[in-house]
């Protein structure tokens, strides 16, 4: 499966955005997605991850009530909507899709995910 993230770009602090995570190849039906992001010069993250079936989410702290994932299997597509954005959430965006036997497991940790699609920017300015 190839994945495409979408949606980055520049906004000033306490602005939105929603990252679009497009999946071409085959479905992204029966895998978990996450959402990572790698800030300027630190190590990659997990920000976001749902599992295959839809019905578990997990949130990393710093990110929220601010932060949902979701997503839409009419559209093949995992959604990030981050609100009120900070400058410390400026990083670039990847999604990765993992195949898992337990629809309802969200994976978490990078050796988890088997695709990983390219990188957005944003970029948060205060």
């Known amino acids: 499966v190839q994945l495409q993230a979408s949606g980055g770009g520049s906004v000033q602090a306490g602005g939105s955005l929603r990252l679009s995570c497009a999946a071409s190849g085959r479905t992204l039906t029966g895998l978990a997605v996450g959402w990572f992001r790698q800030p300027p010069e630190k190590e990659r993250e997990i920000v976001a991850s749902?599992?295959?079936?839809?019905?578990?989410?997990n949130i990393r702290d710093s990110v929220k009530g601010r932060f949902t994932i979701s997503r839409d299997s009419a559209k093949n597509t995992v959604y990030l909507q981050m609100n009120s954005l900070k400058p410390e959430d400026t990083a670039l965006y990847y999604c990765a899709a993992s195949a898992v036997l337990d629809r309802d497991h969200v994976a978490t940790k990078n050796w988890e995910y088997d695709y990983w699609g390219q990188g957005t920017l944003v970029t948060v300015s205060s």
């Open positions: 749902i599992s295959a079936s839809g019905g578990r989410t």
